[in-house]
Protein backbone atom coordinates (compact mmCIF):
# COMPACT_ATOMS: atom_id res chain seq x y z
CA UNK A 1 0.00 0.00 0.00
CA UNK A 2 1.37 3.63 -0.75
CA UNK A 3 0.82 6.75 1.05
CA UNK A 4 1.40 10.42 1.19
CA UNK A 5 3.37 10.81 4.43
CA UNK A 6 5.67 13.87 5.33
CA UNK A 7 5.34 15.17 1.68
CA UNK A 8 6.39 11.70 -0.16
CA UNK A 9 5.00 8.28 -1.35
CA UNK A 10 5.94 6.00 1.35
CA UNK A 11 5.35 2.18 0.68
CA UNK A 12 4.09 -0.06 3.68
CA UNK A 13 2.01 -3.31 4.74
CA UNK A 14 -0.26 -3.23 7.73
CA UNK A 15 -0.78 -6.88 8.67
CA UNK A 16 -1.93 -9.44 11.86
CA UNK A 17 -3.94 -8.93 14.78
CA UNK A 18 -7.07 -6.17 14.46
CA UNK A 19 -7.10 -4.20 17.45
CA UNK A 20 -4.08 -5.71 19.07
CA UNK A 21 -0.95 -3.60 20.18
CA UNK A 22 1.07 -2.38 17.42
CA UNK A 23 4.83 -2.80 16.66
CA UNK A 24 6.39 -0.72 13.94
CA UNK A 25 9.80 -2.24 12.43
CA UNK A 26 12.16 -0.31 10.71
CA UNK A 27 14.89 -1.58 8.66
CA UNK A 28 18.54 -1.27 8.50
CA UNK A 29 20.28 1.08 5.08
CA UNK A 30 20.39 -0.50 1.81
CA UNK A 31 17.50 -3.30 2.23
CA UNK A 32 13.49 -3.03 2.24
CA UNK A 33 10.16 -3.81 4.10
CA UNK A 34 10.78 -7.60 3.17
CA UNK A 35 13.70 -8.10 5.38
CA UNK A 36 11.20 -8.44 8.09
CA UNK A 37 8.89 -11.25 6.76
CA UNK A 38 10.53 -14.15 9.71
CA UNK A 39 10.20 -11.24 12.29
CA UNK A 40 6.85 -10.13 11.07
CA UNK A 41 5.10 -14.13 11.11
CA UNK A 42 6.30 -13.86 14.76
CA UNK A 43 4.51 -11.12 15.77
CA UNK A 44 1.16 -11.03 13.48
CA UNK A 45 -0.27 -13.77 16.00
CA UNK A 46 -0.91 -11.35 18.69
CA UNK A 47 0.64 -7.81 17.68
CA UNK A 48 -0.52 -5.20 14.80
CA UNK A 49 2.42 -5.23 12.38
CA UNK A 50 3.30 -1.82 10.56
CA UNK A 51 6.31 -1.89 8.45
CA UNK A 52 7.42 0.37 5.69
CA UNK A 53 10.10 1.19 2.92
CA UNK A 54 11.62 3.52 4.55
CA UNK A 55 12.46 7.13 2.70
CA UNK A 56 14.57 6.86 -0.66
CA UNK A 57 14.42 2.86 -0.23
CA UNK A 58 12.05 -0.35 -1.63
CA UNK A 59 8.99 1.26 -3.30
CA UNK A 60 8.85 4.45 -1.38
CA UNK A 61 9.80 7.99 -3.00
CA UNK A 62 13.55 8.47 -3.49
CA UNK A 63 13.87 12.53 -3.11
CA UNK A 64 17.37 13.84 -4.08
CA UNK A 65 19.77 15.40 -1.64
CA UNK A 66 20.69 15.20 2.32
CA UNK A 67 17.88 13.63 4.68
CA UNK A 68 17.74 14.47 8.37
CA UNK A 69 16.63 12.13 11.12
CA UNK A 70 14.46 14.51 12.47
CA UNK A 71 12.48 14.54 8.94
CA UNK A 72 12.92 10.32 9.03
CA UNK A 73 11.78 10.24 12.19
CA UNK A 74 8.70 12.19 11.13
CA UNK A 75 8.28 9.92 8.25
CA UNK A 76 7.48 7.00 11.17
CA UNK A 77 5.14 8.97 13.41
CA UNK A 78 2.92 10.40 10.10
CA UNK A 79 2.88 7.09 9.14
CA UNK A 80 1.25 5.45 12.15
CA UNK A 81 -0.84 8.73 12.10
CA UNK A 82 -2.56 7.69 8.42
CA UNK A 83 -2.37 3.89 9.98
CA UNK A 84 -4.45 5.06 13.25
CA UNK A 85 -1.46 4.14 15.38
CA UNK A 86 -1.75 6.18 18.13
CA UNK A 87 0.90 4.41 20.65
CA UNK A 88 3.33 1.66 19.18
CA UNK A 89 6.30 -0.56 20.24
CA UNK A 90 9.28 0.13 18.28
CA UNK A 91 11.79 -2.05 16.50
CA UNK A 92 14.50 -0.62 14.32
CA UNK A 93 17.79 -2.07 13.26
CA UNK A 94 20.99 -0.01 12.06
CA UNK A 95 19.84 3.33 10.45
CA UNK A 96 15.98 2.26 12.22
CA UNK A 97 17.72 1.94 15.39
CA UNK A 98 19.09 5.55 14.92
CA UNK A 99 15.67 6.64 14.12
CA UNK A 100 14.74 5.07 16.65
CA UNK A 101 16.42 6.83 19.01
CA UNK A 102 14.97 10.22 18.01
CA UNK A 103 11.51 8.94 18.19
CA UNK A 104 12.40 8.25 21.75
CA UNK A 105 14.02 11.57 22.32
CA UNK A 106 11.27 14.05 19.94
CA UNK A 107 7.84 11.64 20.16
CA UNK A 108 7.91 9.65 23.03
CA UNK A 109 4.50 10.19 23.80
CA UNK A 110 4.18 7.75 20.48
CA UNK A 111 5.48 4.85 21.41
CA UNK A 112 5.64 2.30 24.00
CA UNK A 113 8.82 1.03 24.01
CA UNK A 114 12.11 0.88 21.62
CA UNK A 115 13.68 -1.85 20.78
CA UNK A 116 17.27 -0.82 19.09
CA UNK A 117 19.33 -3.65 17.09
CA UNK A 118 23.18 -3.74 15.28
CA UNK A 119 23.26 0.16 15.64
CA UNK A 120 24.97 3.55 17.05
CA UNK A 121 24.73 6.81 18.44
CA UNK A 122 27.40 9.10 16.96
CA UNK A 123 29.68 8.58 13.67
CA UNK A 124 33.44 9.23 14.88
CA UNK A 125 34.42 12.19 12.48
CA UNK A 126 37.37 10.10 11.26
CA UNK A 127 35.06 7.42 10.40
CA UNK A 128 33.15 11.02 7.80
CA UNK A 129 35.62 9.66 4.99
CA UNK A 130 34.00 6.19 4.49
CA UNK A 131 30.68 7.80 4.52
CA UNK A 132 31.98 9.88 1.37
CA UNK A 133 33.73 7.27 0.01
CA UNK A 134 30.08 5.05 0.04
CA UNK A 135 28.51 8.20 -1.36
CA UNK A 136 31.35 8.39 -4.08
CA UNK A 137 31.36 4.75 -5.15
CA UNK A 138 27.49 5.10 -5.03
CA UNK A 139 27.68 7.82 -7.76
CA UNK A 140 30.04 6.95 -10.00
CA UNK A 141 29.24 3.22 -10.15
CA UNK A 142 25.83 2.28 -9.04
CA UNK A 143 24.54 0.07 -5.98
CA UNK A 144 26.12 -2.92 -7.12
CA UNK A 145 29.39 -1.00 -5.78
CA UNK A 146 28.26 -1.63 -2.38
CA UNK A 147 27.46 -5.47 -2.29
CA UNK A 148 31.13 -7.08 -1.56
CA UNK A 149 32.09 -4.58 1.31
CA UNK A 150 28.38 -5.06 2.78
CA UNK A 151 28.39 -8.55 2.76
CA UNK A 152 31.46 -8.84 4.77
CA UNK A 153 29.91 -6.15 7.33
CA UNK A 154 26.43 -7.55 7.69
CA UNK A 155 27.09 -11.50 7.50
CA UNK A 156 29.35 -14.00 10.18
CA UNK A 157 32.16 -15.30 7.98
CA UNK A 158 30.31 -18.67 8.80
CA UNK A 159 26.96 -17.29 6.82
CA UNK A 160 28.65 -16.27 4.23
CA UNK A 161 30.52 -18.98 3.24
CA UNK A 162 27.47 -21.68 3.97
CA UNK A 163 24.19 -19.58 3.29
CA UNK A 164 24.41 -18.55 -0.02
CA UNK A 165 20.39 -17.57 -0.37
CA UNK A 166 20.92 -14.93 2.52
CA UNK A 167 24.14 -13.60 0.83
CA UNK A 168 21.65 -13.58 -2.51
CA UNK A 169 18.75 -12.13 -0.93
CA UNK A 170 20.29 -9.54 0.71
CA UNK A 171 22.39 -8.69 -2.14
CA UNK A 172 19.16 -8.19 -3.84
CA UNK A 173 17.88 -5.68 -1.69
CA UNK A 174 21.20 -3.49 -1.87
CA UNK A 175 21.25 -3.77 -5.75
CA UNK A 176 17.62 -2.36 -5.50
CA UNK A 177 17.96 0.34 -3.67
CA UNK A 178 17.36 4.05 -5.36
CA UNK A 179 21.31 5.81 -5.67
CA UNK A 180 19.54 8.86 -4.35
CA UNK A 181 17.68 7.53 -1.08
CA UNK A 182 21.16 5.52 -0.51
CA UNK A 183 22.99 8.70 -0.29
CA UNK A 184 20.37 10.69 1.43
CA UNK A 185 20.47 8.52 4.36
CA UNK A 186 24.09 8.11 3.84
CA UNK A 187 24.54 11.89 4.43
CA UNK A 188 22.44 11.95 7.73
CA UNK A 189 24.14 8.63 8.89
CA UNK A 190 27.47 10.55 8.42
CA UNK A 191 26.65 13.43 10.95
CA UNK A 192 24.65 10.82 13.66
CA UNK A 193 25.68 11.96 17.02
CA UNK A 194 23.33 11.59 20.16
CA UNK A 195 25.05 9.60 22.33
CA UNK A 196 25.09 12.71 25.41
CA UNK A 197 21.42 13.01 24.34
CA UNK A 198 20.09 9.87 24.99
CA UNK A 199 19.63 10.02 29.07
CA UNK A 200 16.45 11.92 27.98
CA UNK A 201 15.14 8.66 26.87
CA UNK A 202 12.47 7.42 29.16
CA UNK A 203 11.09 4.51 27.63
CA UNK A 204 11.87 0.98 28.17
CA UNK A 205 14.52 0.07 25.85
CA UNK A 206 16.10 -3.27 25.19
CA UNK A 207 19.28 -3.01 22.81
CA UNK A 208 20.82 -6.22 20.78
CA UNK A 209 23.57 -6.42 19.35
CA UNK A 210 25.33 -9.41 16.91
CA UNK A 211 28.69 -10.44 18.81
CA UNK A 212 30.63 -9.97 15.39
CA UNK A 213 29.33 -6.88 14.15
CA UNK A 214 32.11 -4.93 12.48
CA UNK A 215 29.16 -2.63 11.65
CA UNK A 216 27.69 -1.05 14.57
CA UNK A 217 29.94 -2.77 16.70
CA UNK A 218 29.15 -4.50 20.61
CA UNK A 219 30.87 -1.32 22.24
CA UNK A 220 28.31 1.15 20.49
CA UNK A 221 25.44 -0.56 21.77
CA UNK A 222 27.03 -0.94 25.19
CA UNK A 223 27.26 3.06 24.75
CA UNK A 224 23.70 3.47 23.81
CA UNK A 225 22.83 1.04 26.77
CA UNK A 226 24.71 2.97 29.14
CA UNK A 227 23.34 6.34 28.30
CA UNK A 228 19.45 5.25 28.31
CA UNK A 229 18.34 4.89 31.92
CA UNK A 230 16.86 1.45 32.96
CA UNK A 231 17.88 -0.19 29.34
CA UNK A 232 19.01 -3.31 29.41
CA UNK A 233 21.65 -5.40 26.54
CA UNK A 234 21.58 -8.51 24.60
CA UNK A 235 24.96 -9.60 22.86
CA UNK A 236 23.87 -12.15 20.56
CA UNK A 237 27.11 -14.57 20.19
CA UNK A 238 27.99 -15.97 16.81
CA UNK A 239 26.25 -13.38 14.65
CA UNK A 240 27.00 -10.46 12.67
CA UNK A 241 25.20 -6.88 11.17
CA UNK A 242 22.07 -8.61 10.28
CA UNK A 243 21.19 -10.95 12.90
CA UNK A 244 17.14 -10.59 12.34
CA UNK A 245 18.20 -12.66 8.80
CA UNK A 246 21.00 -15.15 9.99
CA UNK A 247 19.61 -16.56 13.12
CA UNK A 248 15.69 -15.73 13.10
CA UNK A 249 14.93 -17.46 15.53
CA UNK A 250 17.67 -16.67 18.01
CA UNK A 251 16.36 -13.28 16.83
CA UNK A 252 13.06 -13.38 18.30
CA UNK A 253 13.77 -15.15 21.11
CA UNK A 254 15.40 -11.93 22.36
CA UNK A 255 12.20 -9.90 20.93
CA UNK A 256 9.24 -11.20 22.03
CA UNK A 257 9.50 -11.68 25.46
CA UNK A 258 10.49 -7.78 25.43
CA UNK A 259 7.84 -6.72 23.62
CA UNK A 260 5.15 -8.66 25.80
CA UNK A 261 6.64 -7.75 28.83
CA UNK A 262 6.34 -3.89 27.37
CA UNK A 263 3.62 -3.51 24.99
CA UNK A 264 1.07 -0.83 26.35
CA UNK A 265 3.86 0.20 28.87
Not at 214 to 221: E, F, L
Request: charged share 15%; proline share 5%; with cysteine.
Amino acid sequence: MKAQVNGIDINFELSGAAGATAVVLHHPLATNLTCWDELTAALEPRYRVLRFDARGHGKSEAPKGAYTFETLAKDVVDLMTHCGIQKASFLGLSMGGMVGQYLGLLHSDRFHNLCLVSTSSRVPAEAAPIWEQRITNAKASGMASQVEAAMQRWVSPRALAENQNLVKRLTGMIEATPVDGYIGWCHAIGGLNVTDRLGAIRLPTRVIVGELDPATPVAASQAIHQSIPGSDLVIVPGVSHMLHNEEPELFHSHVLPFLDAHAGA
